[in-house]
């Protein structure tokens, strides 16, 4: 069992800056891949950043530039650092662990972003 717990979510101005974090705790393996998906109302969920346990990383076009994902093996825990906000990253962003060999996905309870003009 795996659980994940998600903060740093909130209001901020366009132009702003916002962290999020994940933290996992439970069986995980050391091969696993994190990252942060997002859904607007109305929209499609959308894979925003993803980070391996190596290390590698991979964004959406739409943040590329702005938002960087880290993490911190020890801790097991995630972050996704959200510069120059625009109001469409408007969205809840939830993170989520994949564990290799695969087994299915954990997610977190989600948290709201809300970037104001």
């Known amino acids: 069992q795996v659980h994940l717990v998600e903060s740093g979510g909130g209001l901020v101005q366009a132009g702003g800056s916002l962290r999020l974090s994940c933290a996992a705790s439970?069986?995980?393996?050391?091969?696993?891949?994190m990252g942060w998906y997002r859904q607007a109302p109305g929209k499609q969920r959308e894979l925003v950043a993803v980070?391996?346990?190596?290390?590698?990383?991979n964004y959406a076009d739409s943040v590329k530039g702005r938002f960087t994902i880290s993490r911190d093996n020890a801790k097991n825990t995630v972050y996704l650092q959200m510069n120059s906000l625009k109001v469409e990253d408007t969205a809840v962003y939830s993170c989520?662990?994949?564990?290799?060999?695969?087994?299915?996905?954990?997610w977190g309870q989600g948290t709201q972003v809300t970037v104001s003009s």
């Open positions: 439970g069986s995980i393996f050391s091969n696993n891949q």
């Open positions: 989520y662990l994949r564990t290799y060999p695969y087994t299915g996905d954990s």
């Open positions: 980070i391996t346990s190596g290390g590698s990383t």
